[in-house]
Every structure is written in C-alpha cells, then in structure tokens.
C-alpha cells in the first residue's frame, strides 16, 4: 500500500468516527486499484510535498494524527486576546440553556417608525371584542360598562396592550361573577386572529351554579332589647349571596346600633363557608356592640372658636340622660352648619366610664370647631316689565355679637326703587331656630301706581326655612311703624294727585305648611302661606283694617324630566275704604311673582291716565309645565288674575298672560328668564314682559 493509499483509508475512517453515519459512508468506499486509476487531482510531487513528515523515514512508522495536518493545511489567522470569548459563567450557562418561553399565537406586524421621521405617529392595533357565556346572570351589561376591551374602543398601540386588557377583564368577569354568588364561576380571555388578519379578543364565561346563604350565625353581646343585632341585618336564609346585599345589611348594622343606644358598636370580618353539596354558604358575623349609652354633656375645643358649649345646648335637640341615637348627632352637627359661622365641625361620641341612673354609661359630644370668615357679602338682581331693574346687596357680620348675633346692612338701587337698612338678629335666640330681629329701613318707591318716601322700624320673631334646613312648619311674628309720605290720586277720574303722609302701626303673622322637596326647585308636594296684618292708618282720622293674603301651591311630577306645578293667591283688605289706606299699602298684581304677561302692578282699577290706583282684594292663578334636560329646562306657563275695588275678589273679568321660560340649573338653585305677553292686550298695557332672577317663579 502506497503512502497516498494509506492516507486515503485513514481518513475515511476519521470520518465515519466523526460523523457516526457508517451507511453512506461505506457505500463512498473504493478500493485501492480503483483509487490508483483515477486521475489525481494534484501530480504525486506535490502530494508528497504536502503530506505530513514521517519521522526517520520509516514507511512503517504510524501516521500523524489527520486533524493536525488539516490544521497546517489551513490558513494562518490571528486572534487578538482581546476578541477571546469570555468564559461561560455555570450559572449563566444553566439559565442560557433553558427553553425559551412560548411565543404567543397571534402574530402582528410590528409597530416601528421610520427611520427619516422618529417623531412619526405608530399605527394602531384594531381589535373587535366578542362576549360569550354570561347568559341569564344579567351581569353582561355591566360587564361591557366596566369592559377594558370596550372602553379602548376597539384600538390600542401595541398587541401587548390588548393581551393585557384581555386579562383585566378576564379577572373583572370573576369579579362579578363573585360579586353575585356564581363562585363556582370561570371566565377565560384569548385572542383570535383570523385569516384576514383579523384580531378578536374573546371573554368566554361560565358562571356555574349560584350560591345561597345557609346558616346565619351572629356572635355579639346581649343588646336591649334582644336580639337588635339579628333584627338590623337584613339577610335571611336562602337568599342569593350577593356582595352589595351583604355589604348592604352589615352597613345597616352599623347604622341601627348606634341609633338605639350603641354609640361604639364595631362590625367584625364576616366568615362565609361554602357547601358545594348544598350549594350554600354558612355566614358568621362577629359584632362588637359596647356599652349601651346614654347623652349627658357638650364639650368642645378648637383654636378659633366660633361660640361655646353653652350655646351649643342652646341648639341641641336632645335632654340629658336621653338613650344614645346618632341621628340627634348628625342634627346637632348639621345645625352647627347651618349657622355658616365655622370652616370646619365634627361632633363626635366620647366614653365618661360613669353609669347613669337606668344602668346606661354616660356619653359627651366633642365638638372639634374651627371658625371660618364671619363676613359675607351678598347680592341679587333682576329686571321686570314695570319694575325695571333692581339690584340688592348686603353685608353681613354674622358673629359680631356671639353667639349668632349678626349686624346686616343693605342696599337697594334700581331704576325705580332705592333704599338702605340696618338689621341686628340673633338666631337660635333662647331656643333652637329662633330667630330674633330688628332695624330701620329708609327707601324710595317710584312707580306708575304711587310714588313713596318711606321710613320704618321693626322688631319680630321668627322660625323660617332655610337651604340646609326645609322646616315643614314655620311662623313670625312682631311689630312695625311706618311714616311714609306719598302721592295720591285724588279722582280717579280727573288724575288729580296731592302728597300725604301716613302714619301706619302693624302687627305681621305668618304661618305656613311646607311639603315640597325642595325650597328653590320644588318638584313634588305643596306648600300653604297665610299672611294676616292688623294694621292701622293715622292721617288725619284712625283708621284701624286687616290685610291678609292666602298662598298655595302644588307640584306633581308626570315623569323624571316633567313637573306640573300651580299656584293660587287670594288677597283682602278689610274694615276700611281703598282711599284711607296709603297707595303702597293696598292690594295689586302683576309682574313676575305675580301675573306674567302683565308688568309690574299694572292689573287692577286704573286713573284717567291709566295708572294703577291699586285695590283692596286680589285673585291670582298659576299652572306651569316644566321640562328638564341635563342642567338645562323649558317652561310653558298660564298665569290669570285680577285687582278688585271691593273687599272680596268677585272672580270676573279675569286678565290672562301666556308665556315661555328658560332655566338654567345650578347648584343654589335655578337662574330663570321668562317672556309673557297679555291675551287681549288693553291700550297702554305691556305687549310682552320680561323676568329674570333666581330660583322657581313660585
């Protein structure tokens, strides 16, 4: 065997080592004669030349070894030893070598800007979403309200964005399903992709059976009476287990206790333990009642202080030694309000460890205050047909004489009227909303009926409604003394006028029964209002009459968005003729509170010149559709009425005014604009109206 023969087998050998594939490679093996006849590729000198050296020429001396002579074979490169490879940590060799996490099924393109426009906008993912499996639960609805999926509007940034959105509310289907005893209950989210490309997410739900409250066991201290705790959750057997019920009835817990004597009742964490054989859950509620308790004292403390303790049990609606109830705390706090003399107030129950006479322990309330501004400044304005613009403002010092003594100063200009006043009140005077008052008034009446110069002094009493409080009864009372001087119409007939001055002492009685919802937006139930003024006129002879007026108004809503409402006004002046009672003293009608369509005093018996002249009884009716969308409304309104000459309003010739409004809703109240015009519009009489201001026109 020749060297080149021997090198030959050699080699084919390493290779089937290496490659441990001994069928093709055998079937490349040849003999040697067959070798010897083919053409070689390189002449036999530089075969030779290129074959390894055999060590002291010995033919048969072993080979080298072939991997070292294709090594000399190959060529020559350099590696720098800074280019080496570094050496594999274990540990990082181990966490190299596990298998990559799957890649997700759905693929899409990959959001990248262009490399001339780094600032370009990506492209958005599109997705459709798909629902399946809430069925009769009834919880798809809010499901799709509380959606991720939904509330993307089918667009995202990145696939990623939608896989998570998928899983959020894959969990949000659970939630629910939880929420409403399906806790057997499973939701899964995938996406599909279709062929087209297509992406849909896919909320697949099954809510399983529902479960219902078994065993109810409530662990607590003896409460009087028995069983009062039992009694305030509302939860019995058998019924689904729905969180906000649950929640619900706890909350009631919490709520009633302290109503009937447990101030420091704590509810504990329930304890429900499902049966999947029965497909109930046993409820266990631990409550802490404490001690049961009852009022003794106020006490209180803060670093500006609007009043004291001791008018605080002024104000209270509560004796001493009365069983605990919280909602006589809610009223103390809510009356501490109301005043508007504090910036912040809590009233809060504290423990005195000491027993009272019925074996109750004695509680205080802590009120923690913090006095707020005691000045405001307030104003209103408006504009009527007749009475022409008219704009009010006051000043008020509501503390100025604590506790609650106010000193209010004000102001009237309009184009027809101005005036000035000064007003001390004391509210919760002696007994909780009591309001005591009095001042002066000096102002100026310029109007088509009569012109006046007035002065007046007052002092009354007083229990009114307020924004915070609505009181379903109210009532005032008290004195006044007015000196006015003022231009008469001395025959109607003629128009002739002289100035008098009347000398007028008056003793005002209100009551009125209130059932609205609402004192400035009312949108159901009534309200009544009888007014009745002994009242007596010096000018010249004495000349003693009543004036008294009778108001009533109902509100009935036909839906959500439609209130009805009416009103009615009858008005009399009694024991004395229409010439000895001063012309701002009798009766008329016309302008916005009264009749729209009509300006400002204008029905009634009129002079030569066809100015009002005024007169001693009056009928009014009302009726308004109002119609409310959002913060806006419209109103459809009728009014009617009338200003007799005699005693007893007679119901004839009744003047009507038909009209349209606006309403702007706030959170005081509604702003209004009204436009009227008269039916049979008499010469000299309005042809349209127009009323602006605050709050319902009645």
């Given at each position: 065997m020749t060297r080149r023969q021997a090198f030959h087998v050699q080699r084919m050998l390493s290779l089937l080592l290496l490659?441990?594939?001994?069928?093709?490679?055998?079937?490349?093996?040849?003999?040697?004669?067959?070798?010897?006849?083919?053409?070689?590729?390189?002449?036999?000198?530089?075969?030779?030349?290129?074959?390894?050296?055999?060590?002291?020429?010995?033919p048969n001396a072993p080979l080298p070894s072939i991997d070292t002579w294709i090594d000399q074979q190959m060529p020559a490169q350099s590696v720098a030893p800074a280019e080496l490879p570094a050496a594999v940590d274990p540990a990082e060799e181990q966490e190299l070598a596990r298998p990559l996490p799957p890649l997700g099924s759905v693929t899409v393109p990959a959001n990248e800007a262009k490399q001339d426009d780094p600032d370009a906008e990506l492209p958005d993912v599109r997705y459709a979403t798909r629902v399946e499996g809430f069925g009769k639960t009834g919880l798809e609805d809010e499901f799709r309200a509380e959606s991720a999926l939904f509330d993307g509007d089918g667009k995202a940034d990145t696939a990623t964005m939608v896989q998570q959105r998928a899983k959020a509310d894959q969990e949000l289907a659970v939630r629910l399903l939880y929420s409403q005893g399906y806790y057997d209950g499973t939701a899964l989210a995938s996406l599909d992709q279709g062929g087209d490309g297509t992406?849909?997410?896919?909320?697949?739900?099954?809510?399983?059976?529902?479960?219902?409250?078994?065993?109810?066991?409530?662990?607590?201290?003896?409460?009087?009476?028995?069983?009062?705790?039992?009694?305030?959750?509302?939860?019995?057997?058998?019924?689904y287990i729905i969180a906000a019920n649950v929640e619900g009835a706890e909350a009631n817990v919490a709520l009633k206790l302290p109503e009937n004597g447990y101030?420091?009742?704590?509810?504990?964490?329930?304890?429900i333990l499902l049966d999947p054989q029965t497909i109930t859950g046993a409820y266990t509620l631990p409550v802490?009642?404490?001690?049961?308790?009852?009022?003794?004292?106020?006490?209180?403390?803060?670093?500006?202080?609007?009043?004291?303790?001791?008018?605080?049990?002024?104000?209270?609606?509560?004796?001493?030694?009365?069983?605990?109830?919280?909602?006589?705390?809610?009223?103390?706090?809510?009356?501490?309000?109301?005043?508007?003399?504090?910036?912040?107030?809590?009233?809060?129950?504290?423990?005195?460890?000491?027993?009272?006479?019925?074996?109750?322990?004695?509680?205080?309330?802590?009120?923690?205050?913090?006095a707020g501004p005691p000045r405001t400044l307030a104003g209103e304005a408006g504009y009527g047909t007749g009475q022409g613009f008219r704009a009010e403002g006051t000043w008020t010092h509501r503390n100025l004489f604590p506790p609650e003594g106010a000193l209010i100063?004000?102001?009237?200009?309009?184009?027809?009227?101005?005036?000035?006043?000064?007003?001390?009140?004391?509210?919760?005077?002696?007994?909780?909303?009591?309001?005591?008052?009095?001042?002066?008034?000096?102002?100026?009446?310029?109007?088509?009926?009569?012109?006046?110069?007035?002065?007046?002094?007052?002092?009354?009493?007083?229990?009114?409604?307020?924004?915070?409080?609505?009181?379903r009864w109210t009532y005032s009372y008290g004195a006044e003394i007015l000196l006015t001087n003022e231009q008469v119409v001395i025959d109607p007939a003629t128009a002739d006028k002289t100035r008098r001055t009347y000398f007028i002492g008056g003793l005002p009685l209100q009551i009125g029964y209130d059932r609205s919802n609402d004192l400035l937006n009312p949108t159901k139930g009534f309200r009544a209002n009888l007014r009745a003024e002994p009242e007596g006129s010096l000018q010249g002879n004495f000349s003693p009459y009543l004036r008294a007026?009778?108001?009533?108004?109902?509100?009935?809503?036909?839906?959500?968005?439609?209130?009805?409402?009416?009103?009615?006004?009858?008005?009399?002046?009694?024991?004395?003729?229409?010439?000895?009672?001063?012309?701002?003293?009798?009766?008329?009608?016309?302008?916005?509170?009264?009749?729209?369509?009509?300006?400002?005093?204008?029905?009634?018996?009129?002079?030569?010149?066809?100015?009002?002249?005024?007169?001693?009884?009056?009928?009014?009716?009302?009726?308004?559709g109002r119609y409310r969308f959002g913060n806006y409304g419209v109103v459809a309104f009728v009014d009617a009425g009338q200003v007799y000459e005699s005693s007893i309003p007679k119901f004839s010739d009744m003047r009507y005014g038909v009209g349209l409004g606006g309403r702007f809703y706030t959170n005081f109240g509604p702003f209004r604009a009204d436009i009227a015009m008269p039916i049979n519009r008499q010469p000299g009489e309005s042809k349209f109206a127009i009323y602006i201001g605050i709050g319902q026109a009645f």
């Open positions: 490659t441990a594939s001994p069928l093709p490679l055998l079937a490349q093996t040849t003999s040697a004669s067959e070798t010897d006849a083919e053409e070689p590729i390189l002449p036999d000198a530089q075969f030779e030349a290129r074959l390894p050296k055999m060590e002291g020429n010995d992406l849909t997410a896919v909320v697949s739900v099954t809510p399983g059976k529902r479960y219902k409250i078994g065993d109810i066991v409530i662990n607590s201290q003896p409460t009087v009476p028995p069983g009062l705790v039992r009694e305030s959750l509302p939860l019995k057997t058998g019924d101030p420091f009742v704590e509810v504990g964490q329930r304890d802490e009642t404490g001690p049961r308790a009852s009022f003794r004292k106020i006490t209180t403390s803060g670093e500006d202080q609007a009043f004291g303790a001791d008018h605080m049990e002024v104000i209270k609606r509560y004796k001493p030694g009365e069983l605990y109830d919280s909602r006589k705390v809610d009223d103390l706090r809510k009356a501490l309000v109301a005043t508007g003399l504090f910036s912040s107030v809590a009233v809060d129950p504290v423990r005195t460890g000491e027993a009272g006479p019925d074996g109750t322990e004695y509680v205080d309330l802590h009120v923690d205050q913090d100063l004000g102001a009237i200009a309009g184009t027809q009227e101005q005036g000035a006043s000064a007003t001390f009140r004391r509210s919760n005077a002696g007994k909780r909303d009591k309001t005591f008052q009095t001042g002066i008034t000096l102002n100026h009446q310029n109007y088509d009926a009569y012109e006046a110069y007035t002065a007046g002094i007052n002092i009354g009493w007083a229990r009114q409604s307020t924004p915070i409080f609505q009181k007026t009778f108001d009533l108004s109902g509100y009935y809503p036909v839906s959500d968005s439609l209130v009805i409402a009416a009103r009615t006004r009858l008005g009399t002046i009694s024991g004395v003729d229409r010439d000895d009672v001063a012309p701002s003293r009798r009766v008329y009608a016309g302008g916005g509170g009264s009749v729209r369509g009509f300006g400002y005093q204008e029905l009634g018996p009129k002079d030569v010149n066809n100015d009002p002249i005024g007169g001693r009884s009056v009928n009014e009716f009302a009726v308004e």
